[in-house]
């Protein structure tokens, strides 16, 4: 017996059930892609993309990276963008973190000296330059709420002034971003702040 044998059990019990549930879904499925979503959210195991919107496989495209980042220099990030944009046609880019990030609390602490937190330091420019509004917040658990909702609006702005978004602005896509709370299982869409936010290009970056 394997060490994962329970995992493989575990897929066919799942595919089994699609397929009873779902006749010629796996056929089907093969044969074409044509989701009308894309999903930019965080790596954290507990957000599981497709699980938290009820969709099934090939509904929606998805990109995850620690603490959901849209970075300019992020070649694969914006492959994805590209490839779901121009070559899937997908209608919608949605941007989802969540709270109890682990990535940005780890933003609001001092430097470890690890490869991690050279991948952070986006979002610590980002808390830097919101800082007086996150140290109004009342315990150091709603500061990092506040950074959650802050990260998901400045890398919705990201998204929105990427060239390849901004080329297929014109056909309808939208942006949105949301952000998913693990103590409920609910999503709250922060779309309506975006525009209070911009997008932290280095010439604002704060130093240190």
Same mark, same amino acid.
């Given at each position: 017996?394997?060490?994962?044998?329970?995992?493989?059990?575990?897929?066919?019990?799942?595919?089994?059930?699609?397929?009873?549930? /779902?006749?010629?879904?796996?056929?089907?499925?093969?044969?074409?892609?044509?989701?009308?979503?894309?999903?930019?959210?965080?790596?954290?195991?507990?957000?599981?993309?497709?699980?938290?919107?009820?969709?099934?496989?090939?509904?929606?495209?998805?990109?995850?990276?620690?603490?959901?980042?849209?970075? /300019?220099?992020?070649?694969?990030?914006?492959?994805?963008?590209?490839?779901?944009?121009?070559?899937?046609?997908?209608?919608?880019?949605?941007?989802?973190?969540?709270?109890?990030?682990?990535?940005?609390?780890?933003?609001?602490?001092?430097?470890?000296?690890?490869?991690?937190?050279?991948?952070?330091?986006?979002?610590?420019?980002?808390?830097?330059?919101?800082?007086?509004?996150?140290?109004?917040?009342?315990?150091?658990?709603?500061?990092?709420?506040?950074?959650?909702?802050?990260?998901?609006?400045?890398?919705?702005? /990201?998204?929105?002034?990427?060239?390849?978004?901004?080329?297929?602005?014109?056909?309808?896509?939208?942006?949105?971003?949301?952000?998913?709370?693990?103590?409920?299982?609910?999503?709250?869409?922060?779309?309506?702040?975006?525009?209070?936010?911009?997008?932290?290009?280095?010439?604002?970056?704060?130093?240190?």
């Amino acid at each position: 017996m394997g060490e994962l044998d329970h995992l493989l059990a575990s897929n066919r019990e799942w595919a089994g059930r699609v397929e009873r549930e /779902h006749p010629g879904f796996f056929r089907n499925l093969s044969s074409q892609q044509r989701p009308k979503y894309l999903w930019i959210g965080c790596s954290d195991s507990r957000v599981p993309a497709n699980e938290i919107i009820g969709l099934l496989p090939g509904e929606v495209f998805v990109h995850r990276n620690v603490a959901n980042l849209v970075v /300019h220099s992020d070649l694969n990030c914006l492959s994805v963008m590209d490839f779901a944009l121009n070559e899937l046609g997908v209608e919608h880019v949605i941007v989802c973190g969540h709270y109890g990030c682990g990535g940005v609390s780890a933003a609001l602490a001092p430097s470890e000296g690890r490869v991690m937190d050279h991948w952070i330091r986006h979002v610590r420019d980002i808390a830097k330059f919101y800082r007086d509004e996150i140290e109004r917040e009342p315990s150091v658990q709603a500061q990092a709420r506040r950074l959650c909702e802050l990260n998901v609006a400045v890398q919705v702005v /990201h998204v929105r002034e990427s060239p390849v978004v901004q080329a297929a602005a014109a056909r309808g896509v939208k942006v949105h971003g949301w952000i998913y709370d693990l103590a409920d299982g609910l999503l709250r869409d922060l779309t309506p702040t975006v525009d209070g936010v911009r997008a932290l290009e280095p010439s604002c970056r704060l130093p240190g």
